[in-house]
Each structure stands twice: as structure tokens, then as C-alpha cells.
């Protein structure tokens, strides 16, 4: 089981821990995809999801995730919560923990917000993203993905495009599949990548087909259009063509390579449409593999005794 009381991060989880997860996850998803998806799992646990920001995947998959398991579910948001009338996120999290909650599923703007919440609760805390930190659960989904695609992740070639400097994706993923023995590139506009991450042994480039070259995994990340009023990409257009992942470019990609990406994906920005519906493209198994994850993550929080 794991060994910590909270998925925060996928900074410094060990090799192992992530097996465990990505094992447990084979086993949710035969659940998933057999005509029954109900199973006892979580009978007696409840599960709520307090959602700062908005999400579809990650919020309708952890929802999900619980009902199927049997557990008690509820989901709050900003504007239907307490916090639109000024409480603090203190006493939300305390109000939360003497409902008895099992585990607090939480997104939130801030960075370190899930963190703060894990050190005033009981409940185990899910970090579903925290601004611009990590998305454990992302990772974790995208990793599943690739060792259900390629066998394992040892010695893979993956390049993620994109805003990397403010993807939460980008980071998480960064940890994880660096752990799990991969080799992985990070590719977007100079404005984009954040100084010092080859410090963490993580090789960076304004180069898309450098990125590209060879690679096994292609993943493209979300550009946030807002980014542009910044100053930090000139426009949506110009993105495309020196970092958008089209038919040229994925070409200079190993013939069996992947195709993926984390949606909400801006068609004929990060990639053609071309690229997201080919038979390259996973975009769609890894919404199906989130829900595996995340059903074996609140089983695996559930049961650990620590
Ligand atoms: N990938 C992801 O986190 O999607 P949502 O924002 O829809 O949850």
C-alpha cells in the first residue's frame, strides 16, 4: 500500500510506490471495463471533492471513481461553498474533517494549497492540481498509459511540448517518468521553460523536431491563451508553426511512437486535429486510464495503515 497518509506530488515517490499504483490500476480497469462496475471496495469510506478550479476529467473521474467503488461521495466548489462568504480554507478544512471525510480530494489555484489542507486533516488529501506544482494523478494516468502502450518506461524517449513553465502537468510528469527510468525533454518557446529544470537532469529545447527526433511518446500540453496577452507567445498562429505537433513533425518520431495529451486540448494549437484523432493518438484511453488510477489511489489510501 503506500506509505504516506496524502498523494501531494510525485516529487520524491520511490520506483516502487509507483508500480503499486500503476499495478492496482490493471486491476481497476478490468473492473471498469466488465459489465458490473460496482464493487465493495470503499463501502463505509466517504470521499469528498472540493474543487477551486475548474476541471472536467479529473473531477467527473475521481466522482466516479468513488460511486463505483461504494463509497459516500459528495463535491463542493468555490462558488457553492462557504469560501465565496469569506471562510477561511482553515475552516474548511476543518469543517470537512469533522464530517468524517476518508479522503479529501482537492483542487485549488494555489500552489501548496492541497498541502496545507493534508497538515489540518485527518483525511487523506488527493492533490487533483495545485496552480502551477504538480498533478499527481496526471502523471500517474499518463504513466499507466505509456506501460500499457510500450511494456515499461525504462529508456523511453518522451517529449512533452508545451507551456511547460506553467503546467503542474508538465512538472509531475517530469518526476514521475524520470523515477520510472525514462528519458524525458522538454520542448516550448524560450518564455516557457522555467530556468533551472535541467538541474533536474531534465534535458530542455526551443527545438520541436529536436524534442521529436527518435522519440516514443509525444505528448503536447495545454497552451493557455491568456499566456499571449503576457507577451509570452507572440500569437496563436505563430505557436503552430514553430511548436504545434503536426504530420512533419510527429514523422520525425519513431514509427510505433504514441500520441498524447492531457485535455482540454485547443484543436490546431498544441496539434493539428489530424494528430488527436489519428490511430496514434491515446488522447482518449488516457481519460479511461484516469479513472483506473483514481480508483486504485482512493483504494490504496483507504487501506493503508500507517
Ligand atoms: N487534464 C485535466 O486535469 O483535465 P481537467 O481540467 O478537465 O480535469
Do not use: C, W
Request: proline fraction near 4%; charge should be neutral; avoid cysteine.
Amino acid at each position: 500500500m503506500l506509505s504516506k497518509k496524502d498523494l501531494l506530488g510525485l516529487e520524491g515517490v520511490p520506483k516502487e510506490e509507483i508500480n503499486a499504483i500503476l499495478d492496482t490500476a490493471i486491476q481497476m480497469k478490468k473492473i471498469l471495463m466488465s459489465g458490473s462496475k460496482k464493487t465493495p471496495h470503499l463501502q463505509g469510506k466517504s470521499v469528498i471533492l472540493v474543487f477551486f478550479e475548474n476541471s472536467t476529467r479529473t473531477r467527473v473521474s475521481f466522482d466516479l471513481a468513488s460511486k463505483y467503488l461504494s463509497a459516500a461521495s459528495s463535491a463542493i466548489s468555490a462558488s457553492a461553498s462557504s469560501v465565496s462568504k469569506g471562510e477561511t480554507l482553515l475552516d474548511t478544512a476543518r469543517t470537512l474533517d469533522r464530517m468524517q471525510a476518508d479522503v479529501i480530494v482537492m483542487r485549488h489555484p494555489m500552489s501548496g494549497a492541497p498541502h496545507f489542507m493534508a497538515k489540518n486533516v485527518n483525511a487523506s488529501v488527493i492533490n487533483a492540481g495545485d496552480g502551477m506544482h504538480e498533478h499527481p494523478t496526471q502523471a500517474l494516468l499518463d504513466m499507466f498509459t505509456i506501460r500499457e502502450a510500450k511494456g515499461d518506461l525504462q529508456g523511453m524517449k518522451i517529449a512533452i511540448v508545451g507551456d511547460i513553465m506553467h503546467s503542474r502537468v508538465a512538472r509531475s510528469n517530469a518526476y514521475g517518468m524520470q523515477t520510472m527510468g525514462a528519458e524525458v525533454i522538454l520542448a516550448g518557446p524560450s518564455t516557457m521553460i522555467p530556468p533551472g529544470i535541467e538541474e533536474m537532469g531534465i534535458k530542455t529545447t526551443t527545438n520541436v523536431d529536436e524534442a521529436l527526433t527518435n522519440a516514443d511518446v509525444v505528448m503536447g500540453l495545454r497552451i493557455q491563451k491568456e499566456r499571449q496577452s503576457a507577451g509570452l507567445f507572440p500569437s496563436v498562429r505563430e505557436y503552430y508553426k514553430y511548436f504545434g505537433i503536426d504530420q512533419r513533425r510527429i514523422e520525425l518520431a519513431k514509427e510505433d511512437a504514441i500520441i498524447m495529451h492531457p485535455g482540454p486540448v485547443n484543436r490546431g494549437v498544441e496539434m493539428s486535429s489530424m494528430m488527436i484523432d489519428s490511430d496514434m493518438s491515446l488522447i482518449d484511453e488516457q481519460v479511461t486510464n484516469g479513472l483506473a488510477i483514481r480508483m486504485a489511489l482512493l483504494f490504496m489510501l483507504t487501506r493503508s495503515e500507517r
